[in-house]
């Protein structure tokens, strides 16, 4: 029976991934995911520095490894010699579990590392933003690799929040 299950999950795994919405002229081929995009804001006692310190300390509790930033704003500001808003792209990897997603499909490369921003908005308002896999896509992948790829999930979404509440 946990053949088959597995059997099932990686067909259905398959299938999403054959989902092709076209090639194009330079031969290039693209698959339909779904996906979703997690935000929270963060509290106005909140400061921009204190959410990406809450953020960093979160993912270390949750052993996920930060891999680099982008400090997005400070390259506009650089190239447009005016004040940015600011908007920073954090990156965070467990590569046992990469690892897993990748031998599972090598699409799934396309999703990390994992990353978060925090965001200033045109009010002045601050979020953390996330791209998340769909769960239907995380639910058909092999049974190991699924749960390290939830515990993964769950750990980028308690990190949002305590980065929204300057959790330390």
């Known amino acids: 029976m ?24 330079a031969g290039i081929s693209y698959t339909d995911v779904k996906l979703q995009i997690a935000r929270i804001q963060v509290q106005e006692s909140v400061s921009f520095d204190d959410a990406v310190e809450s953020l960093k300390l979160r993912a270390n509790q949750h052993n ?18 005016k ?8 990156n965070f990897c467990d590569g046992l579990t990469a690892n897993k997603m990748f031998t599972a499909d090598p699409m799934m490369i396309a999703f990390m590392p994992c990353r978060i921003a ?16 769909d769960l239907k896509l995380i639910k058909a992948m092999p049974a190991d690799t699924r ?16 980065a929204s509440k300057g959790d330390l």
């Open 147 to 162: 749960k390290a790829a939830e515990k993964v999930m769950a750990a980028m979404k308690d990190m949002m929040v305590a």
């Open 2 to 25: 946990k053949k088959l299950q597995t059997l099932i999950a990686i067909l259905s795994l398959a299938f999403v991934q054959l989902a092709f919405a076209g090639t194009d002229k």
């Open 64 to 81: 996920l490894k930060f891999v680099g930033a982008n400090q997005l704003w400070k390259e506009i500001e650089a190239l447009t010699g």
């Open 118 to 133: 925090i965001i200033e908005d045109a009010t002045g308002k601050r979020w953390v933003i996330s791209m998340m896999m």
């Open 83 to 90: 004040p940015s808003k600011r908007m920073e792209i954090f």
